[in-house]
């Protein structure tokens, strides 16, 4: 069945995925990220009263890494 979001094709395998199966992934996934053994790339982090540039820096810029808004 198309996703409404894309129309004509499939949604993304991830979105088909069981809340069982993406609860089993994050259980796997979180204790790595405690330990340190795996840690999350990091691009720019932005106040939240820079929110609009840290959406034209994503927009404009296409950064490796995640961009964080925090407050």
Do not use: N
Request: no cysteine; glycine share 4%.
């Amino acid at each position: 069945m198309p996703s409404p979001s894309w129309p004509g094709r499939r949604a993304p395998e991830w979105r088909a995925q069981s809340r069982a199966v993406k609860a089993a992934a994050w259980a796997a996934i979180l204790p790595l990220l405690a330990s340190g053994a795996v840690k999350p790339i990091v691009e720019r982090t932005y106040k939240l009263e820079e929110s609009a540039e840290a959406l034209r820096h994503l927009i404009e810029d296409r950064p490796f890494g995640r961009v964080v808004v925090a407050d």
